[in-house]
């Protein structure tokens, strides 16, 4: 009967340390994601001070500079220059 409940406890532990290495990658990952839209806003709130450059801030464009960073904030200036938005 106690090997029974060892050879449990052992199979338990191992699902839980490999349930929580999986929440420390994907919440690794939610932060990384968070951190480049938090630093696409910011590029964009600098870009907005520029007098013949305006470029909507919104959820869209918030996520292109997040995702794209400096090459997806050039990318939305591009296009507010050419007049799609």
Known sequence: MTID??????????????????LFKAAGLIIKILLH?????ILLFIVDLVPFVHIPI??????????GGFIGVIILIILGLLGFY
């Open 5 to 22: 409940t060892i050879f449990l406890g052992i199979i338990l532990a191992i699902i839980i340390a490999i349930g929580l290495i999986i």
């Open 37 to 41: 839209m938090i630093f696409g806003l």
């Open 58 to 67: 919104n959820i869209l464009t918030v996520l292109a500079a997040g995702f």
